[in-house]
């Protein structure tokens, strides 16, 4: 059984339904995988770290000893009670993902223990995964997919956490630090709570922009989403001499190439939001826009037709590809992507 819409992820980890007995949550962001990971142990056992009621497996104890997974699943609990066998699944071998999908088959069938509930954590499984298909189909089992959080997602996460701490954040402030967050759930909480530390947990101190760029320690131009946005917008020295900067302070192709996406990602909001009769300035605004970048982005969304931005989609993918698997610098390999796409905007007139 898949679930898909936040609300009803949020509803199944918060109470677990008695008749389901194991739990997928997968994704590319792992810090959100293992955030709800987290959770929902905490919800099937009463102490996730208790070595009698819970069994943490990782792919290469699987790898290393086949029947072991078969063996934790028929295990009963030394203490009495609801056992908790939970996989940290982050390899990408074909046989494993098939061994692991046969010990889970044998799960759901009732052959192992009946008081076991099986809890996996892998990385961005794809349609051919053995173990994601039976998740998403069968009936006793739940499949969660883990996203790259949403400028809103971000947000609300901040706000939450800043709330707790009682400080706060000035609009203008949570939109300039929301857009300086990365997207990977566990780094962004952590910068979350490093702000509060840096505020005065308990204080009630609202930040604005300008103190909150203290905090940030970068000016915004040295920012990759700053040089994402020069570049689309035909600066070509201005994005190389950000990027180049960035990476200065320890940022990696990588990073840069996830700015590019998220920026893409922005205009392609935008152009969809004013397709459907949206207001330009409600569009930018719903695509998490900060509003000193709102006129630079409505310019470009009306200039990147979406036949050029379905090419850089795949472009984009190709090159992430090319840094991860070829050993090639990723930071040259992000930074003559940079200078292309400005030469592009270039050629469109911006």
């Not at 996203?147 to 609009?171: C, H, Q, S």
């Not at 969304?301 to 472009?315: F, M, P, V, Y």
């Not at 984009?316 to 390999?333: A, E, N």
Request: aromatic share 6%.
């Amino acid at each position: 059984m898949k679930l898909v819409k936040r609300p009803e992820i949020e509803a199944f980890l918060k109470q677990p339904p008695a008749d389901i007995c194991a739990c997928l949550i997968y994704g590319k962001d792992r810090g959100q995988v293992i955030e709800r990971g987290d959770i929902l142990a905490r919800r099937i056992v009463a102490d996730p770290k208790d070595p009698f009621n819970v069994s943490l497996l990782t792919d290469s104890d699987i790898d290393a000893d086949p029947v072991r997974l078969e063996d934790e699943l028929q295990a009963q609990s030394l203490m009495g009670g609801r056992r908790l066998v939970r996989l940290k699944f982050f390899s990408e071998k074909a046989s494993l993902d098939k061994a692991v999908a046969a010990a889970l088959k044998s799960h759901l069938g009732g052959s192992t223990h009946s008081d076991t509930f099986f809890l996996i954590e892998a990385g961005g499984l794809g349609t051919d995964s053995a173990i994601r298909r039976l998740a998403d189909a069968d009936k006793a089992m739940t499949s969660i997919a883990c996203y790259e959080d949403e400028t809103g997602d971000v947000i609300r996460m901040a706000r939450e956490t800043l709330a707790k701490n009682e400080v706060a954040l000035t609009p203008d402030a949570m939109d300039m630090f929301a857009n300086r967050l990365p997207r990977e759930r566990g780094v962004a909480r952590q910068e979350i709570e490093r702000l509060c530390l840096f505020i005065g947990p308990g204080s009630k101190k609202t930040l604005d922009a300008k103190e909150l760029q203290d905090f940030l320690g970068v000016e915004p131009e040295a920012s990759l989403y700053q040089a994402a946005l020069e570049a689309f917008g035909a600066k070509m020295a201005p994005a190389q001499a950000g990027l180049r900067r960035a990476f200065a302070e320890g940022e990696s192709g990588i990073d840069a190439l996830r700015a590019l996406n998220a920026h893409l990602i922005k205009l392609r909001l935008i152009q969809a939001q004013i397709q459907k009769g949206i207001d330009a300035k409600q569009a930018a605004k719903a695509a998490g826009v900060f509003w000193k970048q709102e006129a630079e982005f409505l310019r470009q969304a009306r200039n990147w037709s979406d036949h050029l931005i379905d090419g850089l989609s795949k472009e984009l993918i190709d090159t992430d590809k090319l840094c991860k698997t070829t050993g090639m610098p990723d930071l040259l390999i992000a930074e003559r992507l940079y200078m292309s796409i400005a030469g592009r905007a270039k050629r469109l007139g911006l």
